[in-house]
Structures are given as structure tokens and as C-alpha cells.
Nanobody
């Protein structure tokens, strides 16, 4: 499975906003649950949000709930992550990955549910 392609990262001040995009390299994207993850040096990769194929199952990590919004447009073959009220703690490399769990269950943001290859990610830096 080829990796998904992330874009939209950059440098923003605290309180600012960014919108990330995730697009496929292969097929089946529109039939698959997708999650966003982030990585900072020295820490475990952290699940941020997930969304199923129908957009009726959505999950957010506690620290981003109310500030981030995940959405998808299957006609355009894109999954987005709108990030508002950004904090320095949100900094990291953001990845999107396909998931096997339908964005359901007790721990749907665990990376163990991912499949396919990790892409290059897109770097988000929140700093004053």
C-alpha cells in the first residue's frame, strides 16, 4: 500500500489556524476510515482524530476536542483537519493513515489500527 500524502503544515503563532489535507496515492480511500496522527521528538506517536467512510463516526483526542475538526469530501478524495486556537503543544509532524477500526471501539486512535505505509507527513510549528 502506497502512503497517503499530507500537506498544509507551516509556522503559525499561538492562537492561529491551519488546515491540513490528506489525499491518497492508491485506491479504496473513499471506503476507508482515516486518522490523523502527530509525532514530536522523544514522544510516542499520538492519535489526533479519526473519521469513518460515512462521516458518522468521528473521534478526537481529548487535548484537541473543540479546537480541531476532521472532515472528508469523498467526491474530491480528500480528508481535512481544520486546526484552530493552536497551541505550542500542538507542534509536530502530522500524518494521515488508513484505519481498520471504523473509528469505533474503546481506543480507536491507537496507531495499532493503522495499515499501509507512513508518508512524509507535514510539519506544524506553533511558536511566538
Amino acid at each position: 500500500q502506497l502512503p497517503l500524502v499530507e500537506s498544509g503544515g507551516g509556522l503559525v503563532q499561538p492562537g492561529g489556524s491551519l488546515k491540513l489535507a490528506c489525499v491518497p496515492s492508491g485506491s479504496g480511500f473513499d471506503r476507508t476510515t482515516v486518522g490523523w496522527f502527530r509525532q514530536v521528538p522523544g514522544k510516542e506517536r499520538e492519535g489526533v482524530a479519526c473519521i469513518n467512510r460515512w462521516s458518522d463516526m468521528i473521534k478526537y483526542e481529548d487535548s484537541v476536542r473543540g479546537r480541531f475538526a476532521i472532515s472528508r469530501d469523498n467526491a474530491k478524495n480528500v480528508v481535512s483537519l481544520q486546526m484552530n486556537s493552536l497551541k505550542p503543544e500542538d507542534s509536530g509532524v502530522y500524518y494521515c493513515m488508513m484505519l481498520t477500526n471504523g473509528c469505533a471501539g474503546s481506543n480507536p486512535l491507537d496507531a495499532k489500527w493503522t495499515f499501509g505505509s507512513w508518508g512524509q507527513g507535514t510539519q506544524v510549528t506553533v511558536s511566538s
